[in-house]
């Protein structure tokens, strides 16, 4: 029980080290750490890190493929799972396909378009478990 609301809220911060509240509570693969590793066994995360954002790119020359890196904040000791979406390209109208994976350290998304692209931005969102330590 708590004594107070701002020891109720501190559970709730928003450091990785803080944070006593998993955000994901239920977990299924084949590797405790690794994310990345398919399989059938149930884990509950005892810490887990989820990290959001977009990268972009002006492409020159113009090509119809290519790769966005960005740089994480909180490292992971595995690879986490990460889902991409391309948000705005030039041309507009351009149909691009999507192959996004992290070792850890960046989420790396590799990008092929039916088209010359000029530029290109993709939002990214990463989940994985324990942070690396330094």
Not at 58 to 84: C, D, R, S
């Amino acid at each position: 029980m708590f004594d107070d609301f701002e020891e109720y809220l501190s559970q709730f911060k928003s450091t990785p080290e803080a944070r006593k509240a998993p955000w994901i509570l239920f977990r299924k693969g084949g590797d405790r750490t690794n994310w990345a590793t398919p399989g059938g066994t149930v884990y509950v995360p005892t810490s887990s890190l989820v990290q959001i954002g977009v990268v972009d790119d002006v492409v020159n020359p113009v090509a119809t493929e290519g790769i966005l890196v960005q740089a994480l904040q909180g490292k992971y000791y595995g690879e986490p799972i990460v889902f991409a979406q391309v948000i705005s390209t030039v041309p507009l109208d351009a149909f691009v396909m999507l192959k996004s994976v992290s070792g850890g350290d960046d989420v790396e998304i590799s990008w092929r378009a039916d088209a010359a692209l000029s530029y290109i931005a993709c939002a990214w969102i990463a989940y994985g478990g324990q942070l690396r330590t330094p």
